[in-house]
């Protein structure tokens, strides 16, 4: 027997026990090997905490910071949520209106394209004085961010349609909203969805670079706060708390796809097959 | 036939501009009567205007040149009662078998009725997909997916049913199959049906009339009536009427009888 062979005849559900034990295995593997030269390093060459704190120190931080941590992550949440949702009320409906049109797309892609040139992290500071220290700039910048590859992905997803969905669709007789809803939309599902995942990454450094520019909580303040004093350890637990929201929050799009559109990541499967 | 025809070409052109702004005339000069309940195949080589012909009568694209009329009445008013088949099933993935048949009915009435519902699964029993109603097309083999594209062109009880190659993406034998289960269906519901293929048997297999077209512009070249007894079956093919209804139409596609390069079904 061959090894394929072998593949093929073994007990399935022993497979996919095996197949998911690796697929948890190894990433823990790996994490956990990284972590302990880095901690056995920092003790090693004895690099001083201000430089390169041991994992171990920035976990001391963190618990010692510990009550005051909520606080800050809700800061912060809240300026991705807020960015985020606004990106997507906009983004879509946009999307559709550039889709269905030609005179609002060439009215509106030179617009889209300069704002998107324009770094936003310039924009920062100048959308600070316009609109003052409050949530609001804070959300702008999140939602700036976000928007553009969130619409890019929706438009395209909306324009691919393929010609024979359309003349069908020509054929029934259908409306502007029924082509829309029942055709042109869920047949965009998938390009949405990759857009929400890159929009949903983005908010979150929106979010931390508005906290440098304007802020008074947030773990994007947190850093900036705990590097003036020097507290290195703190500023590297901020960051640790920050990749864990945004891996939580990232996770919470690819769930919604999976529960609410099943059809569309079991289709991506069927194509990569 | 006397009867008044179900669809009317009267001298029909039509012209596309192409890329470069030269005209490409696709059809030109087409007249053609169908009449109720009848089968017309449309052969011809590629680009000779066939799924034109079909797009015009369907009012998917603006008509150049020329009228279409269905039931008598200019086609704009007509279109309520032609269906379509295309070449590929362009089924819904995100939607199951049935409310892919159910399609046209969300789409005229919103909410389909019990009695639509029924319809719809009438139809797949009489197709054989009966069992496969609550699943999705991507778990549907490419020849089970066209006939529930089939019954989605018939949801909605049309009086023309129009065929673009429907059958050109299977294999032989899956095609050969679909051609005998679309007379079945013909017989049962005695729609007006016409049928673009590429295939000649196919073409005399199915239909009551052959129309042989001619690239460069589209022209109709010849009209075979085919006198074939019904029901037809595998037997029909070695029918002598059969033999010379497809040495007509190869003849006037090639210009000789062709038997060098005799496609087959
Ligand atoms: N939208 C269009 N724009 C420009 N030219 C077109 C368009 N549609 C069709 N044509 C041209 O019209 C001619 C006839 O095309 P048509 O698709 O009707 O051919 P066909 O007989 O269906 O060919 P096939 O058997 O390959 O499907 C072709 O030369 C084609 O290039
Ligand atoms: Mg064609």
Redesign the pocket.
């Known amino acids: 027997m061959d090894t394929m062979e072998r593949l093929i005849a073994q007990p399935s559900s022993l497979g996919r026990f095996w197949r998911t034990a690796q697929g948890i295995l190894i990433p823990v593997c790996s994490l956990g090997s990284l972590l302990l030269l880095w901690e056995g390093a920092v003790h090693l060459f004895g690099i001083r905490p201000f430089l390169l704190p041991a994992p171990s120190r920035i976990l001391q931080e963190l618990v010692a910071t510990g009550p005051h941590l909520p606080g800050n992550i809700a800061a912060t949440l809240l300026t991705v949520v807020l960015g985020f949702g606004t990106s997507v009320l906009i983004a879509i409906p946009l999307a559709v209106a550039i889709a269905s049109s030609p005179v609002v797309a060439r009215a509106v892609y030179p617009l889209l394209l300069i704002t998107q040139s324009t770094p936003m992290i310039a924009i920062a500071p100048i959308l600070v004085v316009i609109m003052g220290t409050g949530q609001l700039s804070r959300t702008t910048v999140a939602f700036l961010i976000a928007f553009f590859p969130l619409l890019i992905s929706t438009v395209t997803g909306l324009l691919a349609t393929p010609r024979e969905v359309v003349d069908l669709s020509r054929m029934m007789r259908t409306s502007f909203f029924q082509d829309l809803w029942m055709i042109r939309l869920p047949g965009a599902v998938p390009f949405i969805f990759a857009g929400l995942k890159v929009a949903i990454s983005l908010s979150v450094i929106g979010a931390v670079v508005s906290e440098f520019v304007t802020a008074n909580a947030g773990l994007g303040y947190l850093i900036t706060q705990s590097t003036a004093f020097f507290n290195v350890p703190l500023a590297f637990g901020a960051v640790v708390l920050l990749s864990a929201t945004g891996v939580v929050l990232f996770g919470l799009v690819v769930l919604t796809e999976r529960v609410f559109f099943p059809w569309s990541v079991e289709n991506d499967r069927i194509r990569r097959d | 036939m006397v009867s008044t025809p179900i669809l009317a070409l009267d001298a029909v052109s ?1 012209a ?3 890329r470069d702004g030269s005209e ?1 005339r ?2 030109d000069d087409v007249s053609l009567d169908v009449s109720v309940g009848e089968f017309v195949a449309i052969v ?10 079909l ?1 015009l009568i369907a009012g998917l ?1 603006p008509i150049t040149r020329g009228a279409i009329r269905i039931a008598g009445r200019p086609g704009a008013e007509g279109r309520d009662r032609v269906g379509m088949v295309f070449q590929k099933a362009t089924l819904l993935h995100w939607l199951t078998i049935e409310k892919n048949v159910l399609l046209p009915v969300r789409v005229r009435k919103g909410r389909p009725e019990a009695a639509d519902v029924a319809a719809a699964k009438a139809l797949l029993d009489m197709v054989g997909l009966g069992q496969f109603g609550g699943k999705h097309p991507q778990e549907l083999s490419g020849g089970m997916q066209q006939r529930a594209a089939i019954c989605r062109a018939l949801i909605q009880d049309p009086d023309i049913l129009l065929m ?2 429907p059958f050109g993406a299977l294999d032989a034998m899956t095609r050969e199959e679909m051609c005998f289960e679309l007379l079945r269906i013909w017989e049962a519901r005695r729609k007006t049906i016409v049928f ?1 293929t ?1 295939s000649i048997p196919e073409a005399v297999l199915l239909s009551d009339r052959v129309v042989v ?1 001619t ?2 512009p ?1 022209r109709i070249a010849d009209i075979v009536p085919i006198d074939l007894p019904r029901p037809r079956s595998v037997a029909s093919m070695h029918d002598r009427a059969f033999q010379t209804a497809t040495d007509r139409i190869r003849r006037s596609i090639y210009g000789h009888d062709g038997t060098a390069d005799r496609p087959t079904l």
């Open positions: 039509q596309y501009l192409s490409v696709a059809l011809g080589p590629s680009g000779c205007g066939k799924s034109t012909a797009r694209d673009d190659e673009v590429h077209m690239p460069r589209g």
